[in-house]
């Protein structure tokens, strides 16, 4: 298994970013997938899944701000992130869960897999 992320950078607030999660080395369609992000000095924080019928689940601090999406053609996993805010600021991962998972997957779901992460960092 392998993720590679990538779409990081530095914005100022307001601004967008999309970050992608290239997969490989198993059938991307199957799995749940998730973003996770962890600040400096913070614990890690689960932002968003979506499962492999489409379902998907966010944190409270970007529901209704950030879209997560994937391509199984592609085997490619995408977070859309507008109006970005300062304390959106982290290292953003990418998560397959360790086992295929019927129905409702969270980021408290058993995510095993993870990318190297890609930087966001947004300025006021």
């Known amino acids: 298994v392998q993720l590679v992320e990538s779409g990081g950078g530095s914005v100022q607030a307001g601004g967008s970013l999309r970050l992608s999660c290239a997969a490989s080395?198993?059938?991307?369609?199957?799995?749940?997938m998730g973003w996770f992000r962890q600040a400096p000095g913070k614990e890690r924080e689960g932002v968003a899944t979506?499962?492999?019928?489409?379902?998907?689940s966010y944190a409270d601090s970007v529901k209704g701000r950030f879209t997560i999406s994937r391509d199984n053609a592609k085997s490619t996993l995408y977070l859309e992130m507008p109006s970005l805010k300062p304390e959106d600021t982290a290292m953003y991962y990418c998560?397959?869960?360790?086992?295929?998972?019927?129905?409702?997957?969270?980021?408290?779901?058993?995510?095993?897999?993870w990318g190297q992460g890609t930087q966001v960092t947004v300025s006021s």
């Open positions: 998560a397959r869960a360790t086992f295929i998972i019927g129905g409702y997957c969270s980021t408290r779901s058993d995510f095993g897999y």
């Open positions: 080395g198993y059938t991307f369609r199957t799995y749940c």
């Open positions: 979506i499962n492999s019928d489409a379902t998907t």
